[in-house]
Every structure is written in structure tokens, then in C-alpha cells.
């Protein structure tokens, strides 16, 4: 076998690129919608947090929407996944409707997890969706996506797990031994790891002394790539090979996705630690904006068109608000039901 290594990818290419990787323009477009919603409910949320209306706290995905969207986007139906708590897009992509995302956060029952939780801890093991809900300890999840890896292996399944780890928690003991145990049984698994550049206020020269992240994956015996997060096309491309890879037998891959997190850890932390113009440098890359200028461009996306999606976004999330604030808070006498096995 040959010597597993890593690489960088290429960016995203033109209009004949996409359309070899069988997105026409109603795929670009929904890839775009689901960019645009990503931010804006991102933005509501920051509101919503303010105003007092979510317990708890509220985790923001800027910077990260073409990382997430990208991936999902290149998944099959009945693929798996089990993100982060940063990976809004992906939840949108596969059909979490964004009053369930508030329901969630609000702890109301119309949330996946019927108001037992928050944060983006969303779970829907239907078919279309197929969203493990993860913990607050990272990388915890990762077994959970190496499990049913296994039991696709096992089963005889042509499915796909993929598991999410972000820069910091890459050097958890866990991420190493999901990585490991894959690697071996050659698992039909994609390790995700969101490079966001700070481990809460922790920049990656104190948390790594490797030049990537995705050179975790030749450690353990299989290919790393290492992806511009903010070229949703180059991160769908990517993340098509390395999934149909996977599908095909041919084992795991690490798919390092660079971006910044353009905003705290959470709406409470103000980022002073983040380095003067570090930010601005990065918002040159913004993946909305970028996508944007892409569709006007290739996919002759004009002001017009550009608008009436915007307002269809703003109508739903409005919407969508309006329907979790509605929702009924959980009666504490369901508080058991579904821990226990009967």
C-alpha cells in the first residue's frame, strides 16, 4: 500500500468544473440559499441571545458556512454525521428547518431533542438527514461516527459516516484513537476538522506543532487534505472524493478545512485576543460574499434574483421565529421519557 500523505487542494473552478461535479445551476443556487441562511439565522440568533430570549448561550458560525455547507452538500442521503456545534449550515442543508434550530436553542419541545437540550445539539437519524446530536466535550463524537462506520461495514451498507473535530480538540486522546481504529479497519469515515484558528481564545501555534492538521491522517495510515473553508466549491469537491472514497472502500480521509472564526467562541466572549487586522484580512475571504461574486460571475446570478432570495431568507426566518417563540415549553413530566428502555 502505498505511503499515505497529505496534500493541498486546488481551488474551486468555473461554471465547467461544477457541472463535472454534477452541480447545475439549481444545485449552485441551493448551495448559495443555504449560505445566505446560514448567516442570516446566525445574525438572528446574536438578536435573539441579546434580547434575553435564549437560555444558555450562543455559538457563532461566521466564517464557517461554506465549511459546513460545502460538506453537506456533497453527501448522499443516506450518509451520516455528527458535527459540531459550530456546523449550522450542515444542519440546514439537510433539512433541519430553521424554527427547530430555535426551537433548540429556546429548549422548546418543537426542538429535535424536544426541549431536553440546546445549542445545536440536534439529532434526526432520518433518512435525508441522518444528524448525530453531539456533546459539549469535543471530540467525544467521533466514536459515535467510527461506530456506525463499523456498522455500515458490518452491514454490508454503502454508507458514509463523517465526524467533526475542530483545531483544538484535535489533540484530544479521542480524536487520535477514532483515527486510529478507522485507519486500521480501513472505515468508510471522513474526519472533518474545522481549523478555525483559535481553540476558544488558543491560537494553533500553542495547541500543534505539525504544519496541518490533516497530517493526522498519514500518522494513522490514510490520505489528509488540506481545503480553503471559505471556497465552498473547493470544500464540495474535496469532500465529494473523499466520501465516494470512502464509499468505495478505499478507507478515511482528514479533510483539514482553514478558516477564522469571525467572532468569539460565543456571543459573551468579545475576541480581544484575536491579533489586530487578523480579521479584516479574513473578511477579504468572506464565504457568502465569495460564493456571491462566483454566481455572478459563472452562474449569471444578477441583483435582481440576488435580492428575491434574500427576502425569501428573511421571510423565513421571520417565520421561523415567530413559530419557536410559539412552541410549547417541555412538561416535566416527560422528563424520562425516551432515557430509559422499557
Not at 483544538?168 to 474545522?194: C, K, W, Y
Not at 472502500?249 to 478545512?257: F, I, Q, R, S, Y
Not at 477579504?284 to 465569495?290: C, I, L, Q
Request: proline share 5%; aromatic share 6%.
Amino acid at each position: 500500500m502505498a505511503i499515505a500523505s497529505v496534500r493541498t487542494a486546488e481551488a474551486g473552478g468555473g461554471l465547467e468544473e461544477a457541472a463535472a461535479l454534477g452541480l447545475d445551476r439549481d444545485a449552485l443556487l441551493r448551495i448559495l440559499h443555504s449560505l445566505v441562511l446560514t448567516r442570516r439565522l446566525d445574525e438572528r440568533g446574536h438578536v435573539l441571545f441579546k434580547q434575553g430570549k435564549l437560555p444558555g448561550s450562543f455559538y457563532t458560525c461566521k466564517g464557517n458556512e461554506a465549511a459546513s455547507v460545502g460538506v453537506a452538500a456533497a453527501m448522499a442521503p443516506d450518509d451520516v454525521a455528527a458535527p459540531l456545534h459550530r456546523n449550522l449550515g450542515l444542519h440546514l442543508y439537510r433539512g433541519v428547518e430553521p424554527w427547530r434550530v430555535l426551537c433548540q436553542y429556546m429548549g422548546r419541545v418543537g426542538g429535535t431533542t424536544n426541549g431536553r437540550d440546546s445549542n445545536l445539539r440536534t439529532q434526526d437519524l432520518t433518512s435525508g438527514v441522518g444528524i448525530f446530536a453531539g456533546p459539549s466535550h469535543l471530540p467525544s463524537i467521533l466514536p459515535v461516527a467510527v461506530g456506525a462506520a463499523l456498522a455500515f461495514r458490518v452491514r454490508g451498507e454503502p454508507r458514509v459516516a463523517l465526524g467533526w473535530l475542530g483545531d483544538g480538540s484535535s489533540a484530544h486522546g479521542t480524536a487520535h484513537e477514532s483515527m486510529n481504529f478507522a485507519g486500521v479497519r480501513r472505515l468508510p469515515v471522513v474526519f472533518v476538522i474545522d481549523n478555525n484558528q483559535f481553540a476558544y481564545s488558543t491560537p494553533t501555534h500553542l495547541n500543534f506543532a505539525c504544519s496541518s492538521l490533516a497530517a493526522r491522517g498519514p500518522a494513522y495510515g490514510f490520505e489528509g487534505v488540506v481545503v480553503d473553508g471559505t471556497d465552498v466549491l473547493a470544500v464540495y469537491r474535496e469532500a465529494r472524493a473523499a466520501i465516494e472514497r470512502a464509499r468505495s472502500g478505499g478507507g478515511p480521509t482528514a479533510l483539514e478545512l482553514m478558516t477564522l472564526r469571525m467572532e468569539g467562541h460565543a456571543v459573551h466572549d468579545d475576541a480581544a485576543y484575536v491579533p489586530p487586522g487578523m480579521h479584516e484580512r479574513w473578511a477579504a475571504s468572506d464565504p457568502v460574499r465569495r460564493f456571491e461574486a462566483w454566481m455572478r460571475e459563472h452562474g449569471e446570478l444578477g441583483d435582481g434574483e440576488l435580492s428575491e432570495l434574500e427576502r425569501g431568507v428573511e421571510d423565513a426566518i421571520g417565520e421561523a421565529v415567530a413559530r419557536a417563540e410559539a412552541s410549547a415549553w417541555p412538561d416535566p413530566g416527560t422528563l424520562e421519557d425516551g432515557v430509559y428502555a422499557g
